[in-house]
C-alpha cells in the first residue's frame, strides 16, 4: 500500500460527509488503517458508461473472463460501507467517514472517460485513447526462442492440415495475424472438425494461452448467442466448442456477426450496453457433421477436417499437452507467430477443401439440395438414369415435392417459386411447351424447361459452390 498520496479533506470538507461520533475516544475506534487513495486506485476507477457513471473493479488473479466487474455508484459504497476513516470537522467534532467517499472526491482517484479494446503487440497503452481503460492486457510471455513450438505445429500439420504445407501455412498465418496485427479484421473464421478425442480443444487453448486473458472457451450456446454477453468485452480469440449450429437462424447471425461486424455490444445485468470495436477471431472445434452455416459463395469459414489417426491417444496428447504448455515453449510459439510472414497468404482466400464443400452441402436450400442429388444421379427425374433434354415443369416440381416430403421439410416451394430458383440454379434453361405423352398416354402440351448437357449443368453448379464436386463417373459417361 503507498502512503505518499494521503491528503486529508478539510474541516469544512468533514462538516459534509460522515456521521459524528460523540463522546469517542480515537483509540476507542475499530479501523482497517488510514485511508489511502492508491489502496483504492489498486482495485477501482471510475469510468464513464454511456451516460452513467460506474466503478470499474479489477481482479488481476481471477479467471481470465472475470478480472473486470462494473458495479454501480450504490454498489461501491455499499460494498465499502464497513470501511471508515474518523476524522475532525469544523466543530471539533470527530465524524465516520466512508473512506469511499472520500476516494470519489479525492482528485487523485483513477478515473477514465471510457472503455475500449484496443490490443496491439507493442502493450496496453500502444493504440488506447488517452483517458480510457483498454481491456488489452498484453501478452502473457516475452517472446523467446529458447524453447521448443515443434509439437504443436507438427500437431497442426499432420493431424489438421494431414500434411498439406498449403494448408498449414494458411492456419499458422490466421494465428499470426492475430498477434501482430489484431485490430485488423480479415472476416474469417477458422472451423476444425472431428471427433472427439482428436485434439481439437487444446489448439484454441494452446494458442489462447498466449494472451490468457482474451481467449475464452464456449462449450454452451447461451454464452455466444445469450443476451448477457460480459465475457465477450475483451474477447481477442473466442473457441466455439463441441458446435451449437444445428440451422439457429438466431445462431447464425451471431456467428457471422462475430466474424464480420466492425462493432459489437457487451451488455451486463443492470447496465446499458456498451459499445466497443469488434476484434473477436472465431474458431470453431465441432465433431457435429454440420458446424457452420456455409453460403455457396462461402468466404467467412475455413474449414478444416482433422485426421482421426491416433484418436484417443490417451500418451500421445498427454505428452502434446505437456510440451505445448511449458512457459518456454508458448514464449518460443509467440515468437515464431510474430515473425511469421503474413505476405505468404491471402488469409481472406479460403482454402477450397472437401470440408467447406460439405457445410456448403449441408447449408442448401431444398430446392438446391433436390437438384444437387439430381446432378449426383445423372437423371432430372427418379427412377430414371436418363438426362433428358426437355422435362415438363409439372414432373420436376413434383419430384421436389417427394424430395422435401422424404427429408422432412414442411415449407414446400409453389411451382412458381420453384421455377425461378431452378432458372438460377441452371442459367442456360429456357422454358417452353412440347407436345407429351402422359402417364395415361394422353397427348398433351404442356410448359417444360429445356435443359444443356448434363455436364454443362454440373459445371454451372460447381461455379456456383466455387468448388470442384466429385461425380459418379457411371452417370457421366451417360451424359450426352
Not at 149 to 154: F, G, K, M, T
Not at 195 to 204: A, D, Y
Not at 327 to 346: C, G, I, K, Q, T
Request: charged content about 30%; some cysteine.
Amino acid at each position: 500500500m503507498a502512503s505518499g498520496n494521503r491528503k486529508d479533506p478539510d474541516a469544512a470538507t468533514v462538516d459534509d460527509i460522515g456521521a459524528s461520533i460523540a463522546g469517542a475516544g480515537h483509540a476507542a475506534l475499530p479501523s482497517d488503517g488510514p485511508y489511502e487513495v492508491d489502496e483504492f486506485n489498486d482495485s477501482y476507477a471510475i469510468v464513464l458508461v454511456g451516460s452513467r457513471c460506474m466503478i470499474l473493479r479489477e481482479f488481476p488473479e481471477g479467471a481470465p473472463h472475470e478480472r473486470l466487474q462494473l458495479l454501480s455508484l450504490e454498489a461501491f459504497h455499499a460494498w465499502n460501507a464497513n470501511r471508515v476513516e474518523y476524522l475532525e470537522n469544523s466543530k471539533k467534532e470527530l465524524k465516520a467517514v466512508p473512506k469511499s467517499t472520500l476516494w470519489m472526491r479525492d482528485p487523485a482517484r483513477r478515473q477514465y472517460s471510457g472503455i475500449v479494446f484496443e490490443p496491439d503487440p507493442d502493450g496496453p497503452d500502444a493504440a488506447a485513447p488517452a483517458g480510457t481503460y483498454n481491456l488489452w492486457r498484453g501478452f502473457e510471455y516475452e517472446r523467446s526462442r529458447d524453447g521448443d513450438n515443434s509439437a504443436i505445429l507438427d500437431h497442426l500439420l499432420e493431424r489438421v492440415c494431414q500434411g498439406s504445407e498449403e494448408l498449414f501455412h494458411y492456419v499458422t498465418a490466421w494465428f499470426a495475424h492475430m498477434v501482430q496485427r489484431p485490430r485488423e479484421r480479415i472476416g474469417t473464421a477458422l472451423v476444425i472438425r472431428g471427433g472427439q478425442g482428436t485434439g481439437k480443444t487444446m489448439i484454441g487453448q494452446t494458442f489462447g494461452s498466449l494472451f490468457a486473458p482474451h481467449y475464452f472457451l464456449a462449450d454452451d450456446p447461451r454464452y455466444l448467442i445469450g443476451q448477457f454477453n460480459a465475457h465477450m468485452k475483451g474477447c481477442l480469440l473466442l473457441q466455439a466448442d463441441e458446435g451449437f449450429w444445428a440451422g439457429d437462424k438466431h445462431a447464425e447471425g451471431r456467428l457471422k456477426g462475430l466474424v464480420t461486424s466492425d462493432i459489437q455490444f457487451i451488455e451486463h445485468k443492470g447496465v446499458d450496453p456498451i459499445q466497443i470495436k469488434n476484434y473477436v477471431r472465431l474458431l470453431v472445434t465441432s465433431n457435429e457433421d454440420w458446424v457452420v452455416p456455409a453460403g455457396k459463395d462461402e468466404r467467412r469459414f475455413a474449414v478444416f477436417d482433422i485426421k482421426d489417426k491416433g484418436k484417443g491417444d490417451g500418451a500421445y496428447f498427454s505428452s502434446l499437452f505437456a510440451e505445448a504448455m511449458r512457459p518456454e515453449n508458448r514464449a518460443a510459439l509467440l515468437d515464431y507467430l510474430l515473425d511469421f510472414d503474413l505476405s505468404r497468404v491471402d488469409l481472406r482466400d479460403i482454402p477450397k477443401t472437401g470440408g467447406l464443400f460439405e457445410q456448403k452441402v449441408r447449408s442448401l436450400d431444398p430446392i438446391e439440395s433436390w437438384w444437387l442429388e439430381r446432378l449426383r444421379e445423372g437423371a432430372q427425374l427418379p427412377g430414371t438414369d436418363e438426362w433428358k433434354d426437355w422435362v415438363p415443369t409439372y414432373r420436376l416440381h413434383a419430384s421436389y415435392i417427394a424430395f422435401a416430403e422424404r427429408v422432412g421439410i414442411k415449407r414446400r416451394a409453389t411451382e412458381t417459386e420453384f421455377g425461378i430458383k431452378l432458372k438460377k440454379l441452371v442459367p442456360g434453361i429456357v422454358r417452353k411447351k412440347r407436345v407429351f405423352l402422359d402417364d395415361d398416354g394422353k397427348q398433351i402440351r404442356p410448359w417444360g424447361y429445356d435443359f444443356p448437357p448434363l455436364l454443362t449443368a454440373r459445371a454451372w453448379f460447381e461455379a456456383s459452390v466455387g468448388q470442384d464436386v466429385t461425380w459418379d463417373e457411371e452417370s457421366e459417361e451417360a451424359s450426352p
